[in-house]
């Protein structure tokens, strides 16, 4: 379990803070998404999460970080990197650039971990196959599509086996067949059980996958609860937040003032069509 | 109102020799909003780059109201052609929003009053004139893109070419991209985007060009290029219709591409 | 380790027979057995043409103390002292010059870096060194890119010397801004897979180092000294 207990962080010279008494927790399995307007505060929020936030980061936090209860705070960058993975927006800064193939880029996590070099084998194996990217396993890391460079860095995470993944936008700078490829991965990873926060503009994907859902505004939470319920809050799109297509749609029959039949009709189709929401 | 024609345009990659754009026939009418949609690889980037010289055609020819591209510099073809690039830390280097705003029209030679009023409506088409001194690094990425797109409007070509501007945008960002459309449509000018994002296209565009291994293989309004025949199409490059296409389809009605087309339909 | 040796004892050994000897012993040799002469002549070469060049002006019309003439030009004269020392000098750059494209050329970058970590060095120097290699490539292709998008604004790279050194301002800073802001996300990405972990990292595998290449490192390292110390004694003259 993480959690965050009122935390309040401001990055080094800035006049505010950044996020303002944000508590959250993520339970064991559960994949939590975030949304709110550009710069409410996701990506700091996904910073402190991961612990990246005062170490390397700099800056002041308040509150306390917690995992399984313990306090983070005493422990080193390297020490949560094993606990807490983080996977952010650009492919290509995830990359470590020294490595030749996508199996050496898998490997790199649990080689700087000192594991015993059978683990890391086990490790490496494991996660290309869980991403099915085994096939490219001899590619160039630097000479892959963009969706197939996130998909390595999420694999390159997943072999630490943190109990805990952070995912920072992880298809912002990606088109439709990558996002649709990240997309995938994460669900199966759900579906597994992994515990998942991610934060993204693409609330569609989000209703695909998410059990919980927290809306920040402005460094503060506005709005959080059951993901069905916070996407088809009215108050979302006063935060920045588009709604679901499924949830526009529906919004704007009702504000059309369509009639019974035709709402419901509208609604056997979502449901024909597997809509989530 | 400039129009534009790629005339069996192809594009090899001399370094890679790779066949980026394969016989592309393309008419642009002056005014018009375009939405370029495909993969990355697809050649919608090399497309656009042909449009302002700084790719010129392997075969065939580029014309910008009639005349070959081919005879002007990129700085010539500036004047024409507005092209806002994705990534706007690729294009920022001044010390201030204003001042990187200047930097377009400045190179088009305006000067005084008229570089001020240039530069004062493009920033204020996108919401950053309460910045004009901040650093564009004290910006977020998002609001840095808009300033890239300041920049361009800025210049005030009769056309304008957007590469993905709804990306890493919030609802309000994708708002002053909508809006910026409407206004530049309503001054008569033409506007090209590239867009991953359907919905957008769908809704924003009278005419989606969709691309796939450097080929034309589906051209019309979102209506025709989202009806159920042209799924297969879409999909073998991996696009998905938007929600509202498929709802339509799903319960019978005429093409849909829009939230407000099926609500329509559905009222009938 | 070879390529330093030969560089070193390029500087070391003066005369033309002996940095022949050195090119044909150091360079070409472990260039036949390695199956890149060809490429590493091309390379050499055009690594140290501009600067051989200007070695053979200065130093055949230049060359104080000269004698025998073998030319005039108006005023300038060149002489055989200037040729040979000219011919001495340009030797040893080529020798240099092949050690140094033998080593890139020989060497993946990943291997080196390997090496140096199995053998001690800390995960994250030699790191810096592999990454700085990879430098050059990436921003390369970024400054393509930035040209184009300031091309695109009207920025005229087709003009006058000096409307070129205006133009330099929004090219350079976008390169030198945009890998800024790049290194502290690269950074992030590191420490998040644990890079920042002191000791050593488990290594996959080691560059095979079979017993001849040990052997002739050695040999060339345990060269050098021996070099060194006979010009010292005076014992080289008659190579010279």
């Not at chain 3, 990405?189 to 050695?218: I, K």
């Amino acid at each position: 379990m993480l959690e965050l207990d009122a935390v309040t962080y401001r990055y080094a010279g800035a006049p505010r803070p950044s996020l303002h008494e944000v508590s959250l927790t993520l339970g064991d399995g559960e994949v939590v998404g975030i949304v709110g307007a550009s710069e409410a505060g996701k990506s700091t929020l996904c910073l402190v999460a991961a612990g990246l936030a005062p170490r390397t980061v700099g800056g002041t936090l308040s509150g306390h970080v917690l995992l399984d209860g313990h306090d983070v705070a005493p422990l080193a960058m390297h020490e949560l990197a094993e606990r807490v993975g983080i996977c952010f927006a650009n492919p290509a800064t995830q990359l470590s650039r020294v490595t030749a193939t996508v199996y050496e880029e898998v490997a790199f996590g649990p080689m700087n971990l000192g594991l015993p070099r059978g683990d890391v084998i086990d490790r490496t194996g494991a996660a290309l196959d869980a991403f099915g990217i085994a096939d490219i396993a001899e590619r160039e890391p630097a000479r892959l599509s963009g969706g197939q460079q996130q998909l390595v860095a999420v694999a390159g995470l997943l072999a630490i086996r943190p109990q805990h993944l952070v995912l920072d936008e992880p298809t912002a700078q990606l088109d439709p067949a990558g996002t649709q490829l990240v997309a995938e991965a994460l669900a199966r990873l759900a579906a597994d059980g992994a515990s998942i926060l991610i934060a993204e503009q693409k609330t569609d994907l989000l209703a695909q996958i998410c059990t919980r859902m927290v809306a920040l505004e402005a460094g503060r939470v506005a709005l959080e609860g059951a993901a069905a319920e916070v996407l088809a809050d009215e108050r979302l799109s006063g935060l920045g937040v588009a709604f679901p297509a499924s949830v526009r749609i529906r919004r704007l029959a009702e504000a059309a003032s369509l009639r019974a039949p035709q709402r419901d009709k509208l609604a056997a189709a979502l449901a024909t069509m597997g809509s989530p929401i | 109102m400039t129009d534009l024609a790629l005339e069996s345009v192809s594009h090899v990659y001399a370094r890679s020799g790779v066949r980026s754009l394969d016989d592309v026939s393309l008419r642009v009418a002056g005014g018009e909003r375009l939405a370029l949609v495909g993969q990355n690889g697809s050649g919608k980037t090399t497309l656009v780059r042909h449009l302002n010289g700084l790719l010129r055609p392997s075969a065939g020819r580029v014309t910008i109201d009639g005349a070959d591209a081919d005879g002007y510099t990129v700085a010539q073809l500036a004047r024409s052609i507005g092209l806002v690039f994705q990534d706007p830390d690729q294009q920022i280097f001044a010390g201030s929003v204003r001042a990187e705003a200047e930097f377009g029209p400045r190179n088009l030679g305006l000067r005084g009053t008229q570089l001020r009023a240039a530069v004062d409506e493009a920033l204020d088409a996108v919401g950053l004139s309460a910045e004009a001194r901040t650093n564009p690094y004290d910006l977020g990425a998002s609001r840095r893109k808009l300033l890239a797109l300041a920049s361009v409007l800025a210049m005030r070509t009769p056309v304008l070419v957007v590469d993905e501007p709804t990306t890493g945008q919030d609802v309000r960002g994708v708002a002053v991209v909508r809006r910026v459309i409407d206004t530049a449509r309503a001054a008569g000018r033409t506007v090209i985007a590239i867009s991953h994002d359907m919905e957008f296209v769908a809704s924003a565009f009278e005419r989606v060009v969709v691309l796939r291994a450097g080929r034309v293989i589906l051209d019309g309004p979102p209506s025709a290029v989202f009806a159920e025949s042209s799924w297969p199409a879409l999909r073998s490059t991996f696009l998905e219709p938007p929600l509202a296409a498929r709802l339509g389809a799903q319960l019978g009605l005429q093409p849909t591409p829009t939230d407000d087309a099926l609500i329509r339909a559905l009222a009938q | 380790m070879a390529a330093l040796a030969v560089t070193l004892a390029a500087i070391m050994l003066s005369g033309v027979v002996a940095p022949l000897l050195l090119i044909g012993v150091g360079v070409l040799l472990p260039a036949a057995v390695a199956g890149v002469v060809r490429e590493l002549s091309r390379i050499a070469l055009l690594l140290s043409l501009p600067l051989a060049i200007s070695v053979v002006l200065v130093n055949v019309f230049f060359f104080p103390g000269g004698e025998a003439v073998l030319l005039r030009v108006g005023p300038i004269v060149a002489t055989a002292e200037g040729l040979r020392f000219a011919l001495e000098i340009l030797l040893r750059l080529a020798a240099i010059s092949g050690a140094v494209v033998l080593f890139y050329l020989t060497t993946r970058p990943g291997d080196l870096v390997i090496d140096l970590e199995a053998r001690g060095v800390s995960p994250r120097l030699a790191f810096v060194v592999n990454a700085s290699v990879q430098t050059v490539p990436t921003m390369v292709d970024r400054a393509a890119d930035i040209a184009a998008a300031q091309r695109a604004r009207g920025l005229d790279s087709e003009g006058s010397p000096w409307a070129r050194v205006r133009g330099l301002l929004p090219l350079v800073a976008p390169v030198v801004l945009g890998s800024i802001a790049e290194v502290e996300e690269r950074t992030m990405a590191l420490e998040a897979r644990g890079f920042t972990r002191p000791g050593r990292r488990t290594l996959l595998w080691r560059p095979a180092d079979s017993r001849r290449q040990a052997v002739a490192r050695w040999l060339l390292v345990a060269a050098l000294p021996l070099l060194i110390g006979l010009r010292t004694a005076g014992w080289l003259a008659w190579l010279g």
